[in-house]
C-alpha cells in the first residue's frame, strides 16, 4: 500500500540553524500539507501546497519557513532559523482530492532545538 | 470559522467494555469530519470519514461514529475494547471554506485499555 514517507526521523539542531525536513508523498496525489504537534498539545495545520505554490499557510508559517517540491517526488518544510519553540513533531500529509478525500499522513519528524 | 473539542484528554476503559470517546465540532458549513488514531510512534491513520448520507459511518478495527447535525457531534465508539485499541485518538474538521482543505483537530484522546 502507497504510503507517505518523512526523513529524518529525528533532527536535533542547535537554535538558529536551518533544518530541512523531506517528506515522500503518495505518488499521485496532487495536494501536499505540512502540520506540527508540539508535546501535548494538537495538531496544528502549517501549509497546504497545490500546483507549486501555497494554497493557505497559518499564522505560525512566518517568514522563517518555506516550503518547496524540487521535483516531482519531494516536499520539504525548511526552517530557517530554528527557535527554541519550533521543537515539536512535524508532519507531512497528502491527498489525491480536497475536503473529502482522506489526509494521508507520514510518520512524523520529531524536531528538538537545543 | 471551524473548531473541534474533544472531552476528555484521557479515557481508560477495560477490555471487552464500551469505547465512547466524543468530538463536537462548529462548523458555518456543513461539516466534513474524520476520527484518526496514532500509535505510538507512529504517524496519523484514518478511522473513518463523514461527507454526506449515512449519518452513522464504520471504520477500521471495529469503530463507529455517528453524525448528530442538531448536537454538533461525532463521537466515536467501539462496542468491546481491544488492548490494541490503546492510542491516542483526534477528531477533525475539513476546513472547506478555504482552498487549501486543512484539517481542523481536536486536542486529542487518549486511550487506555486496562486487561
Known amino acids: 500500500e502507497p504510503e507517505v514517507t518523512q526523513t529524518p526521523s529525528h533532527q536535533v539542531t542547535q537554535m538558529g540553524q536551518e533544518v530541512i525536513l523531506r517528506c515522500v508523498p503518495i505518488s499521485n496525489h496532487l495536494y501536499f500539507y505540512w502540520y506540527r504537534q508540539i508535546l501535548g498539545q494538537k495538531v496544528e495545520f502549517l501549509v497546504s501546497?497545490?500546483?507549486?505554490?501555497?494554497?493557505?499557510k497559518s499564522e505560525i508559517f512566518d517568514d522563517q519557513f518555506s516550503v518547496e517540491r524540487p521535483d516531482g517526488s519531494n516536499f520539504t518544510l525548511k526552517i530557517r532559523s530554528t527557535k527554541l519553540e519550533d521543537s515539536a513533531m512535524y508532519f507531512c500529509a497528502s491527498t489525491e482530492r480536497l475536503s473529502t478525500d482522506t489526509q494521508y499522513f507520514g510518520p512524523g519528524t520529531r524536531l528538538t532545538v537545543l | 470559522a471551524q473548531s473541534v473539542t474533544q472531552l476528555g484528554s484521557h479515557v481508560s476503559v477495560s477490555e471487552g467494555a464500551l469505547v465512547l470517546l466524543r468530538c463536537n465540532y462548529s462548523?458555518?458549513?456543513?461539516?466534513?469530519l474524520f476520527w484518526y488514531v496514532q500509535y505510538p510512534n507512529q504517524g496519523l491513520q484514518l478511522l473513518l470519514k463523514?461527507?454526506?448520507?449515512?449519518?452513522l459511518v464504520k471504520g477500521i478495527n471495529g469503530f463507529e461514529a455517528e453524525f448528530k447535525k442538531s448536537e454538533t457531534s461525532f463521537h466515536l465508539t467501539k462496542p468491546s475494547a481491544h488492548m490494541s485499541d490503546a492510542a491516542e485518538y483526534f477528531c477533525a474538521v475539513s476546513d472547506r471554506a478555504n482552498q487549501g482543505g486543512k484539517l481542523i483537530f481536536g486536542q486529542g484522546t487518549e486511550l487506555s485499555v486496562k486487561p
Open positions: 463523514y461527507t454526506t448520507g449515512a449519518t
Open positions: 501546497f497545490y500546483n507549486n505554490e501555497i494554497s493557505e
Open positions: 462548523s458555518s458549513v456543513p461539516p466534513y
